[in-house]
């Protein structure tokens, strides 16, 4: 399809409620959502292409508007926001300038990421500009103690409970660490279905890092 066409497509749409539980903005967990209701309702899905509400956004304008992207729709928020919002900034605007707009900080945060509040990454520099793939900012008084080291696991189960897909992250946190006996490995097919939503880890009592455990059992098989 050439773009002049393109803008004028009306693609067929079906709303799908997934509910709106973490990890189910993951593109593994949204695919297999999606499969889940499709079985159910019997509706052939077949092949899915997953976009978030600000690619879309950004094709729309692209493809209708022949808008470059020049902006991004970016949430702001964390406990130490004076005014959480959803802003419109321009690519390469400083992060600073998007807090300021945001009321600044309540108090000085305890740390300030940028993507999701589970999977971000640390900013270190108020003055790193805004790219074409940023979607999240968020600014926290309080958080886990960095620097804590882990404990040993007390068997409190909350890594099965949390895990989104079933997976038993103790067991394969064992299986790294204990040295290697391969009559006792667990099925390390099913720790490759992990996408890594850090759930685990979260609940931890143990503050044990389960995910990054999982991701190098995996690279390691
Ligand atoms: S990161 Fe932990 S909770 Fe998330 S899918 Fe992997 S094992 Fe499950
Ligand atoms: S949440 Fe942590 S302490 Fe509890 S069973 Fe899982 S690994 Fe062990």
Redesign the pocket.
């Known amino acids: 399809m050439i773009l002049s066409e393109a803008g004028n497509w009306d693609p067929p749409s079906l709303l799908v409620l997934t509910g709106s539980r973490y990890p189910q903005r993951n593109q593994r967990e949204l695919d297999f959502t999606l499969r889940d209701y499709g079985k159910k309702e019997g509706v052939e899905l077949g092949s899915l292409m997953i976009l978030g509400p600000v690619t879309m956004a950004a094709i729309h304008d692209a493809v209708r508007l022949r808008k470059p992207v020049m902006d991004r729709y970016i949430a702001v928020g964390g406990s130490a926001v004076r005014n959480p919002q959803i802003m419109k900034v321009r690519v390469g605007t400083r992060v600073g300038d998007i807090f300021a707009e945001c009321g600044g900080f309540i108090k000085s945060p305890r740390r300030i990421a940028a993507g999701s509040p589970l999977l971000g990454q640390a900013i270190v520099d108020l003055d790193e500009p805004i790219t074409k793939t940023s979607y999240g900012l968020f600014a926290v008084l309080e958080g886990q103690k960095a620097g804590n080291a882990p404990?040993?696991?007390?068997?409190?189960?909350?890594?099965?409970n949390v895990c989104p897909i079933g997976l038993d992250?103790?067991e394969f946190?064992k299986a790294s660490s204990v040295s290697r006996n391969h009559q006792e490995e667990p099925s390390y097919a099913r720790a490759a279905e992990c996408h890594g939503c850090r759930c685990?880890d979260v609940?931890?009592?143990?503050r044990?890092p389960?995910s990054t455990a999982i991701s190098a059992l995996v690279r390691e098989y």
């Open positions: 404990g040993t696991c007390i068997g409190c189960g909350e890594c099965r992250p103790e946190y685990c609940v931890c009592p143990s044990l389960l």
